[in-house]
């Protein structure tokens, strides 16, 4: 271990001179400090977060999806494979993890749905303030597009004097403007409000888990020293891990020595899940049962846009097994699809076992 560098249970005992951990009692409506009670939260195994960084305990199960860009069938039907809903009422030890990209309707996606992330974030947002005390449970991040979002609204109400009142005309103004074409992408400003943006903008970054797993949209960052740099929101360090690409896809991309580099001072984590990356970009050789797979150290996730030419998927990954490398997550049991496989589907009945199928056992309750 680097000079330096912290275990995980010296990164909790130090948490207070790195910024302080605050416990997350209940998403949305502020966080208790917990700078006196840390190490014992930690053991008591606490949810904890501090600025935008997520910390979870070594015990239950964590439900992963990604980039659902508008389509909220695609959310839904993922809420109802995994129960979570149900299993958060009922006091189960779960939680819910979206790696980003719920907003935006991507340029020429057919599946994409008017609207859909507006109804997407409201419906987060009530699964987070209104399932009792476990809704603090339902973890939702920032993606790229979340976070140009943010900005791009900040600039137009700033630079553009935008109110609510001539925020349509603005925003046409700068869809057709030079640069319009770029803008368009981040099309959930047309659909922003004041609210929205806060909640948007309040965000976490990313996720670090007690058994080694570390979740966020994109990349790894190479300008990344510890993860105090995630928790202070550190600028270049939350543009790379929102943005970057594997070299595989493009030429400044990082490397698989980047990413162990990444995962080391991550507290020695070593595994990353993200999304961001379509799997049509990938070279064939790096998806595998429908995931993409970097360096035997990165899972990178497609559960609604992104997927071609795999099948739409998300993980089911347990918080007390240590995952050492992308070769131990199998399909059927940590990778699992959303949709059952093509050559089902028009053989499949309505309500299938698949939708019914116990993901906490692998056992059908058809």
Known sequence: MGKGQLTRRDFLRASTSIGGYLLLSRWGSGF?????????????GQLLRDGGLIFLPGHGKLFVASDFHTRYTDFERWLE????????????????????????????????????????????????NNVDEQGGRFL????NHENRCVSIYEKLITDEAMTPSNQQQIVKNLFS?????????????SRMNDDRYRYLKE????????????????????????PKDII???????????????????????????????????????????GHTPLSYLPEELIRDNVGEYGGQQIILATSYGSDPAEKSFLVLDLKTAYESTSELRAGEEIRLLEP??????????????ENQDLSTGVSNA
Do not use: C
């Not at 109804?119 to 987060?124: D, P, S």
């Not at 939702?140 to 993606?143: K, P």
């Open 81 to 128: 494979r995994t129960r979570i809903i149900d299993r958060l009422r009922n006091g189960d030890d779960v939680y819910g993890l979206i790696v980003g990209d719920v907003v935006d309707r991507k340029p020429g996606d057919s599946y994409a749905e008017d609207e859909g992330d507006t109804r997407i974030i409201e419906r987060i947002r009530e699964i987070q």
């Open 232 to 274: 202070m929101m550190n600028e270049a360090v939350v543009d790379e891990i929102l943005w970057s690409r594997p070299v595989a896809v493009r030429k400044d991309g990082y490397d698989s020595s980047d990413l162990a580099a990444f995962l080391q001072r991550m507290d020695g984590s070593s595994l990353v899940v993200s």
């Open 177 to 189: 403007g030079e640069h319009g074409s770029y803008y368009q992408q981040f099309n959930f400003v």
């Open 341 to 354: 496989p093509l050559t089902q589907r028009s053989q499949t009945p309505p309500l299938m076992s698949f």
């Open 203 to 226: 965000l976490p970054v990313a996720v670090i888990t007690e058994n080694g797993i570390v979740g966020i949209h994109a990349g790894p960052s190479r300008s990344l020293s510890y």
């Open 32 to 44: 208790a400090s917990s700078f006196n009670r840390l190490s014992d939260q930690g053991r008591s």
């Open 140 to 143: 939702y991040i920032q993606g």
